[in-house]
Nanobody, 120 residues
Framework: QVQVVESGGGLVQAGGSLRLSCAAS????????MGWYRQAPGKQRELVAV???????EYAGSVKGRFTIFRANAKNTVYLQMNSLKPEDTAVYYC??????????????WGQGTQVTVSS
């Protein structure tokens, strides 16, 4: 089994910062990429940032220059540093792990989501 667990959401004023963390654990053979997605009320889930095993990153245009995804020293753990937050960043943030299990099954694994609310 694989578990993906996020933490770090909360309420912050516009212009503030938050850091989200995500850890994947369990029967993992290798991780291809880990990323963050978000879903605001009434909207589809969208990509925020992704970091692949080679260190390449991709960001949504709306967060470039404000958010940074990076890998922790701990294995299979990534962070999302969010600065200069705006009310439109309010959403549930989900961590995704694209990985291969020890049984050689590749798939996407999702965390339970963490709420980020930015007040104006």
């Amino acid at each position: 089994q694989v578990q993906v667990v996020e933490s770090g959401g909360g309420l912050v004023q516009a212009g503030g910062s938050l850091r989200l963390s995500c850890a994947a654990s369990g029967s993992i053979f290798s991780v291809n990429a880990m990323g963050w997605y978000r879903q605001a009320p009434g909207k589809q889930r969208e990509l925020v940032a992704v970091l692949d095993s080679g260190g390449s990153t991709e960001y949504a245009g709306s967060v470039k220059g404000r958010f940074t995804i990076f890998r922790a020293n701990a294995k299979n753990t990534v962070y999302l540093q969010m600065n200069s937050l705006k009310p439109e960043d309010t959403a549930v943030y989900y961590c995704n792990a694209d990985l291969r299990t020890v049984r050689s099954v590749r798939g996407d694994y999702w965390g339970q989501g963490t709420q980020v609310t930015v007040s104006s």
